[in-house]
Structures are given as C-alpha cells and as structure tokens.
C-alpha cells in the first residue's frame, strides 16, 4: 500500500533498528503526517532523533496504557498462583526461576523484541539482552531491566511490570519512529527473587563480578528439591555461552520501574517514587542442633528442644532489630524429623537483616551472633525464657547466604527520572513525585556497582507485595512506564550532548 507523502531518499529506510526495502513498505501502516527526506544534519518530520527532540518531542511520545496492560497479563498465564477476586486477572502468580512456565515467559520476551528489531543476547546465567541499535553504536546500550520469576505465592506485577514495560518503550519507539543516538535495551535479569535458588538478585551479581559463575552456577533450588541452578539452565534452554560479565555484555546506564511494595506512595497519594539508592541487607541459614526425644516420656528438663531454642531466636531477632531501628524476618523453617510424638532435634531457618546504614546491619548481626549463641547455651537473654522450663543446651551456627551494602544511585540518571517525571506529571508533579530509599534489594544494587543507575516506583494498593493480592492500577503502570520512556530518551540525549558525569570505560559522555 502507498504511504501518502512519502519521499525516499534512498531504496531503504530504518524502522525499530531495522533497514527495510522500498518493497516492505506496506507493512509499517499509513503515516498522519507528511514525510520527507532525511538529511545528514537533521531527522525529517516523520522520524525523531532523540537528539534534537524538545520538551513538546519528548512529551509526545505516549505509552499505551491497554497494550502495557495487555502485556502484563498474556504473560501471566504461565504461571498463574491463587485466585483473589473474581475478575480473570484478580490471580497471583507463582512463576518460579527457571521453571516451565519462566521458560514460556522467557520465550515470549524473546520473540516479541526480536520482532520490534532487537538483538538477543543470552548469557551463562540466562540473562537476556535484547539490543534495540541507535544510530551509533561505538558505545554501550542503556538499559530498562527487571525480572519475570515470581515468589511461590507472588503477584502478577513485581518485576513483571519493569520487564513489560520496557517491551511497551521499544514499541513506542518503533510507533513514533524514534532513532536514538546510542542502542537502548531491555534485559530481564534470573532468578532475582531467590526464592528457588536462595541468593537474591543472583545473575545481576554475576553480572557485576560480585558473585562468582561457579557458585551461582553450583547453587541448589530450596528444600524439597535437588536441580542446580546449571541443570536447570541448561534444560529448559537458556544455558547460554556468552560470559556472564558487565565486561562481555556493558551497559551504559540501567534503570528499573518497579511497584514500591510498600504503603508510603499510596497514603501521600504520589504517583511516582524517585528512588536515591536502596538500604543495607543480609541473608544467613541459621541451624540450630539439639536432640531428638519422645513428647511424651521426656520432660522439659531434658529436652534439647531445636525448635523451642529456634522460636526463641526469631522472636529476639526481632526485639534486637525494633531497638537498633532496622528489620528482621524469618521466611523459610524447615525441622526435623517431623513427627507429631517426637521433639525436634534440627532446625534450619532463614534470617533477613535490614537497614539504612551499613553500619546498623554490621551492630545488628554482632547482636544476633552474641545472643544465639547464649540462648541456644540455655541461658537467659532479655526474658526470653520467662515462665519457661531450662532444658538442656543446644548448638547454633551460620552461614550468611549473601551480603547487599546499602546503595547510593547515580545524580545523572535520578536526573533523568526526575525531569521525566516533570513532563509527564505537569504542573503538580513536585506533589505528585518522593524521593525514597528502597526497602527491598534489585537488580539495580548490582548493576549500580558498575554503571548509572536509578529506579522509579509507582504505588501499590495497600503496599502489599509478595501476595497474590499484589495490585497496581493501569493508570499508574501506564505513569510509571511514561516516565520510564522519557527517562531512557533523556539519558541517550544527555549522551549525546556529552553532558554526564559517569567514564563508563568507553569515551566521555558514552
């Protein structure tokens, strides 16, 4: 079919980062406005080039809040969790890393940005890259990256929502006709939740070099299970050769919407979190060893209670952690031997320290290791053991899973996302936008370690998150995907214009 008002200036033109023929024309549609020769020094009408767009440009490129929405939810059918409500999306998710239903999502990821004109690549721990290419590429991509695996009881829009809606900035790049300076991409980052293979954020940190391949790669799905995180890789398909490495695969810069998973956006009715950094974390197993006995012929006296000892560990954790103002949770219990009529003997549990400041982390967990030790010896720590019957002592010990120091993110990209979020928000933005602090560990922590990065959050009804009752508006998915888009789009033009702060290890302002 014509494209009315067209002019070519030669037999093939870019679309999306692809070269199409004269003869393909058909297939890209009809055009509202005139389109006419493209000349070395500027973009013509009908193709923007990111580095001469305005603010009147830049506010006119619009996501579309149905396809976003769309997205979100096709995807969620692999995986599908508890049914909430009555409506067929009111279901959480449960779409465990490198489970059939990932593979499904990951192939769809796969094949939808190839499609929009990207390059995929997958690297040793399945991370995928897909590349849409700029108008030079002698330097890095910028990236929007979250993940698709959920938590076991999970909802359909933590780290789902970052991931599709960088899927919705590459179509509306391609439906606007953008051509930015240097590529832009999207990654979705594996196994982000831990929740099979109990290390956060674990691939990003392989990324980053924080992490070693091998551990990631030997590191077991939680109990009941046995695959490996390889085995697993390997079988469904995404075991791929490229090193995992910010070396192998750079980036120029990595920003991250996600749904703030807690109620500070919602209760001060802000739209959007401009997120500074993210607080201190660490993950130990705590085993704690006693000796199994019958509940019915052995006193409390002579009782090397495991699971006694361990409750009592989880309820002080959680009194040390109230006075140093940080946080502290126990997710995973699993004992032994498991019979009604028998004591237990072994207790594993996890513990999930968090703060601010470093500092408090490091005083909280000399608090813990002092303390677990004394009330596993039997004695007495804070009235813990008040009205209860002194038994025989038990034995404790550690292993810390994995050590996130709090984060600062970088001024050039909380830049971007603050005048993007000016743009799309208007006049009342400075009362519709907060500063924040993530609560929760990302990707982002890792891929900060080596490049600019910074994140936006959009609210969550009743901050709920890990639940199967996890909700965000379409409105609010489609605002934060906004200024997700014009945050991308600013940051290539700051690269264009060299006006950055961050020597990436390519040339200035790359």
């Known amino acids: 079919m014509a494209v009315p008002g067209m002019k070519l200036c030669a037999t093939a033109f870019r679309f999306a980062g692809r070269s199409y023929s004269r003869s393909r024309l058909g297939a890209v549609g009809t055009l509202s406005r005139p389109i006419g020769c493209r000349a070395f020094s500027s973009s013509p009408p009908w193709q923007l080039h990111t580095k001469e767009m305005n603010e009147k440009d830049l506010a006119s490129l619009k996501v579309n809040q149905n396809r976003l929405m769309e997205d979100i939810h096709f995807t ?33 990821f796969v094949e939808t940005t190839q499609a929009l004109g990207c390059n995929t690549t ?7 890259f897909a590349i849409r290419p700029g108008l030079r590429n002698d330097g890095p991509p910028t990236f929007v990256g979250s993940h698709l695996d959920t938590q076991p009881t999970g ?21 606007y006709w953008v051509e930015t300076e240097y590529p832009v991409g999207v990654v979705n980052w594996t196994n982000e939740e831990g929740a099979r293979f109990p290390i956060s954020m674990l691939s990003s940190g392989v990324w980053s070099g924080h992490i070693p391949l091998s ?32 070396e192998a695969v750079p980036m120029a810069a990595h920003f991250e919407l996600h749904i703030e998973q807690g109620p500070l956006l919602e209760s001060t009715s802000r739209k959007i979190g401009i997120v500074k950094g993210v607080q201190a ?35 002080h954790s959680h009194r040390l952690a109230t006075k140093r103002g940080a946080l502290a949770s126990t997710g995973i219990l699993n004992l032994k031997p498991g019979s009604t009529n028998t004591v ?10 968090r703060a601010p400041a470093d500092s408090t982390v490091d005083m909280l967990e000399a608090d813990i290791l002092a303390d677990f030790a004394r009330i596993a010896a039997g004695e007495e720590v804070d009235g813990i053991s008040e009205g209860c019957t002194p038994g025989r002592p038990c034995e404790v010990s550690f292993t810390t899973d994995s050590v996130s120091p709090a984060v600062k993110f970088h001024p050039d990209c909380i830049h971007a996302v603050t005048e993007a979020a000016a743009s799309a928000l208007g006049p009342e933005a400075e009362k519709l936008t907060m500063e924040m602090v993530s609560g929760a560990g990302h990707d982002s922590v890792y891929t900060s370690k080596r490049v600019p990065t910074s994140m936006i959050f959009v609210p969550c009804r009743d901050g709920i998150s890990h639940n199967p009752r996890e909700y965000t508006s379409p409105e609010d998915c489609a605002v934060g995907a906004q200024v997700l888009l014009q ?3 600013r940051y290539d033009r700051m690269r264009a214009e060299r006006r950055l702060t961050w020597n990436t290890g390519w040339e200035v302002g790359a």
């Open 215 to 246: 551990t990631a790669h030997a590191l077991r799905e939680v109990h009941p299970g046995t695959a490996t995180l390889s085995s697993e890789l390997s079988r469904i398909g995404y075991l791929g050769t490229v090193p995992a490495s910010y």
């Open 281 to 315: 974390y660490r993950w130990y197993t705590v085993n704690v060893t006693g000796q199994d006995c019958h509940t019915g012929t052995t006193d409390f006296e002579n009782r090397a209670d495991a699971l006694l000892a361990a409750a009592k560990m989880i309820l």
């Open 122 to 128: 997958i690297d040793e721990m399945g991370n995928i």
């Open 487 to 489: 945050a991308v789009v």
């Open 344 to 353: 237990p003997g072994s207790v594993s549990l996890s513990l999930d320290i």
């Open 76 to 108: 969620s059918k692999w995986g599908t969790g508890q049914v909430w409500g009555t409506a067929p999306t009111e279901t959480g998710m449960s779409r465990l890393s490198l489970s059939d239903a990932d593979k499904k999502a990951r192939d769809w």
């Open 155 to 175: 909802g359909r829009y933590d780290g789902i929502l970052g991931v599709t809606a960088g899927v919705e900035m590459l179509k509306v790049l391609a439906d």
